[in-house]
């Protein structure tokens, strides 16, 4: 059974002339004993919720997954899928790709990434289980990790938590081969990871990663781990081929003709390229049956659980139709009482709506509770041995969080985010950038977001993430000017099930700037005329966050010397790029100076201020300083926003 993987494998990267074939020929055998005696699965229903998920984090190694799913029968893997490896429009991609294939539980590839998703489902499984019972929530999550993972520094991270939160679900079985790309791994490594897992809090073993006995010995005693579990399975990279087995040039090329031709020698495979015996695939199709009776038995205590109702709404992600007029209801409140109150003040007490009617939403911090405001009264903290409750302290871990936050919406019954400061958004990127490929609702509440933030500097004053993060497709990144837009901000990135959002909020208090009260959601346009302009307008100030106040400021400075304009405020440029053309047009306002203000760098402000335009805002770093001297400093005034006003209406007129 072993070797079919094996042959697939070399034969698919073969006739690609691209791949990794080394670790699905050294692997095949572990995966060979877990899925045809270990994990629950039905191939016949590929998202049984009650499934254990298996997440191949050494994605480079993809064809053993695709290998696995189209030998157990999963359903969207076909043969001719696996010998068209590596082109265009097969879902058996160069690397995992999150719904490309029923089976694909995540996209993996950076390195790292998987090992840390996986940390999240298993946290996620826990959680469910806390809420709703062995009976319908009691799964495993597997991963095949290989030492890159190990190395890049997600795992420490991820792995870290995992340990401290006693994840004993959660099963690591790391390809310990000895070989990275530059050759034999004691070139940059020397850890001694049974060890380093050890300390973690991790049950951790060693062993011969082709002996069939031994990892069935070792996956039984893993199911009764009071831990999670490292299993180190020595193994030799390329297993089979005469002369790259155990060698780098057995890991990111193929083989070549005579190599293949070799391994199929030394095997004992005498079948042509992409052929399984009918014995063989009988076999493994019986395999990918197992599971059938564990997923009858599970539908029939679902049926008759009296949790079945809530337990459905969870897994389906829908947003209860309680919560718009919730919202609404504290956006008229805001208005009504027009407190000066920072944005992520205003996050918090939208949380405390939001979390009063989404009973399925976990919220965290990267140890800055205190700061980013995302944990409400009387949520009680998910503790090692405690998933009963709904906040996790997932402590100075930004990267290992935000890669955590993906398992948990990959899962699917829970709604995570969490909060850092924006700067940090450069440690939760990677992971970020995956959440958008892989079209999953996570939501990332990052404060302090500009020199605003104050006396802390130039090293946490965020001036270019702004941008970076808009460079990323799929990605919502929102901006709001005060409680109100907060609010409404906040309904949108949870009714957005096929997208992640970073929320980025003020430290500093900010006045009501939305003083009239509008059931619509007008953030939901990504820009809209927050104040127009008396008479016919010359110039349209665009502004973001806490800039929306200085470009009202600066409207009324211009009007006082007879110039009309108008101020767009845009807490979404994604949302307002959606929008329609004559809607965007009439939005930025046709024919007017258009004068952008933001307290970070100007990238991406052209297409919307055009050659004409000014932008006033950040050039370079920041310094440290009370805020108000810092705006001041760097020229980010109601006074220079209407001199450039000023400037390019003579220069025009």
């Known amino acids: 059974m072993a070797n079919a993987i094996r042959a697939l494998s070399m034969d698919a990267v073969e006739a690609a002339k691209s791949g990794h074939p080394g670790m699905p020929m ?21 998202d049984w919720p009650d499934r254990d998920r298996f997440v191949l984090s050494a994605g480079h190694g993809s064809m053993l997954l695709y290998s696995l799913l189209y030998l ?3 359903p969207g893997m076909t043969l001719d899928d696996i010998k068209r490896f590596r082109q265009l429009g097969s879902p058996a991609a160069g690397h995992p790709e999150y719904g490309h294939a029923p089976g694909i539980e995540t996209t993996t590839g950076p390195l ?15 959680i469910l289980n806390a809420r709703f019972s062995d009976a319908l929530v009691d799964h495993h999550t597997y991963v095949i990790a290989s030492d890159g993972d190990l190395m890049e520094g997600l795992s420490h991270e991820a792995c870290s938590l995992a340990g401290h939160l006693k994840l004993n679900r959660l099963i690591v079985l790391f390809d310990d081969n000895g070989i990275s790309i530059d050759g034999p791994t004691e070139l940059t490594e020397s850890t001694d990871v049974l060890t380093r897992f050890e300390a973690y809090g991790w049950a951790a073993s060693r062993i011969d990663g082709h002996d069939a006995k031994a990892i069935d010995e070792a996956l039984a005693k893993a199911q009764t781990s009071n831990k999670p579990v490292l299993i180190a399975c020595r193994t030799t990279i390329g297993y089979g081929a005469p002369k790259r087995a155990g060698t780098a040039k057995a890991h990111g090329e193929a083989l070549g003709a005579e190599e293949v031709s070799g391994a199929r020698a030394s095997l004992g495979w005498a079948y042509p390229p992409f052929e399984i015996p009918a014995d063989l695939a009988a076999e493994w199709r019986l395999a990918g049956t197992r599971g059938t009776p564990h997923r009858l038995a599970w539908e029939a205590r679902l049926k008759a659980s009296g949790l079945r109702e809530q337990f459905e709404s969870a897994l389906s992600g829908a947003i209860p139709a309680s919560l718009g007029p919730a919202i609404a209801a504290l956006k008229q409140k805001l208005a009504g009482e027009r407190p000066t109150i920072a944005t992520r003040k205003a996050s918090e007490m939208t949380l405390e709506v939001v979390n009063a009617e989404l009973p399925n939403t976990v919220g965290g911090s990267a140890d800055l509770t205190g700061s980013v405001f995302t944990k409400t009264k009387n949520d009680p903290v998910i503790a090692p041995g405690y998933y009963g409750g709904r906040f996790v302290h997932y402590g100075v871990r930004e990267h290992g969080m935000a890669a ?16 850092t400061f924006l700067v940090f958004a450069d440690y939760c990127r990677p992971s970020i950038r995956l959440a958008a490929i892989m079209g999953q609702r996570v939501i990332h509440v990052m404060t302090h ?27 919502l990144v929102m901006r709001p000017a005060d409680g109100v837009e907060t609010a409404e901000c906040w309904e949108i990135a949870l009714g957005e099930k096929t997208r992640p959002t970073v929320l980025a909020l003020s ?7 939305r003083t009239e009260h509008r059931d619509e959601n007008l953030s939901a346009r990504g820009a809209y005329v927050l104040r127009d302009s008396e008479g016919r307008a010359q110039v349209t100030f665009l502004a973001t966050g806490s800039e929306v106040e200085i470009a009202l400021k600066a409207r009324d400075l211009l009007a006082a010397q007879g110039v009309a304009a108008r101020v767009v405020s845009m807490p ?7 929008q329609k053309p004559e809607y965007r047009a009439a939005t930025l306002g046709p024919g007017t100076i258009k004068i952008a203000i933001e307290a970070a760098g100007p990238m991406g402000w052209e297409r919307y201020i055009g050659p004409d335009g000014g932008f006033i805002g950040m050039h370079g770093f920041g310094a440290s300083a009370p805020y108000k001297e810092l705006y001041k400093h760097f020229g980010i005034t109601a006074e220079a926003a209407s001199a450039a006003a000023l400037a390019r209406l003579k220069h025009k007129g």
């Open 26 to 46: 050294g692997m095949a055998d572990v995966a060979s004993v877990l899925f045809t005696r270990y994990l629950k699965f039905d191939a016949s229903d590929p």
């Open 72 to 74: 157990t029968g999963y």
């Open 112 to 126: 790292g990434q998987g090992l840390g998703n996986a940390v999240g489902m298993a946290l996620a499984e826990r």
């Open 404 to 419: 955590a936050m993906n398992g948990i919406a990959l899962h699917r019954g829970l709604i995570p985010y969490s909060g």
């Open 449 to 475: 977001d500009s020199i605003g933030l104050g006396e802390d500097g130039p090293t946490h004053q965020p001036v270019e993430h702004l941008a970076s993060l808009r460079a990323i497709p799929n990605l």
């Open 507 to 513: 430290r500093q208090a900010l006045p009501t700037v």
């Open 572 to 578: 979404c440029w994604e949302l307002f790029d959606a």
